[in-house]
């Protein structure tokens, strides 16, 4: 059960970042892919989770490709929930404890209240961005195309300022719901904080420390982009090591 919400452990000094070089993510990467090896199982079931994602994806592009983009922040949104398992298994590996499936999958419980405020954050985020993504399509075609219309739209050069638009506003908001989540979950678990501050900290380290953090967000980016291609199946291990490797960059970059 999720403990009771106490304001007075507020009164605590600032929490402090610690300073973070251009080979951190590599090392996270690393540590991420240890853990995974010492619970592969565990690992392979939300990696298995994340594959289905992938079809799911699929499905919605073929059905409805405005959305698409939109419902690919869904990996943005979903990914960090999902990771909350795989956060649990670093953490127990972390001291030396031995992870388990159940525990991991009922990690949730003790922080229900403030992950679904900040679940509501993140979905509001979506929202704006597939409603955003809609106006663009609707005031760039007479009408939402089919799937090969909207192939077409993106590789023809008549919608050049369509498709600068489309990625930008994609960017955005990618960009945003990155800034706010990327140490955010693992810090709402590990040191029961509310969810609005494990959000300002997080976008604190990626104001303060940009240059880090952009280089993890674009390994993150061109992992997921990789195991995208053999039809998903690479999210098999990618999803559940970016996981754990998530942990590790949120235990490296704040301080106890």
Known sequence: MEEPYDPSRDRSPAITLRPLTLTDPLRWLLLGWRDFTRAPAIGLFYGGCFMLMGWALLWVFEASPAYVLALSGGFLLMGPFLCLGMYRVS???ENGEPPGFAE???????????????GVVLLVLEM?????TLV???VTFDGLPDFKGSLLALVSGENLTFLITWLALGALFA?????????????ILHRRTDAI????????LVLTQTGVMLVWAV???????LALLPWFAGLLVVGPVLGHASWHAYR?????
Request: net charge positive; aromatic share 8%.
């Open 104 to 118: 991991s999958l009922l990690a949730w419980q003790a922080r229900t209240g403030q992950l679904a405020i900040f």
């Open 197 to 204: 501050t494990a959000g300002l900290t997080s976008m604190r």
């Open 128 to 132: 704006l961005w597939a409603r955003a």
């Open 219 to 225: 390994m993150i980016t061109l992992l997921v982009v």
């Open 91 to 93: 953490q127990r590996l």
């Open 175 to 187: 960009t945003l719901i990155y800034a706010v989540s990327v140490v955010s979950m693992p810090m």
């Open 136 to 138: 663009v399509f609707a």
């Open 252 to 256: 490296a970059a704040v301080a106890d």
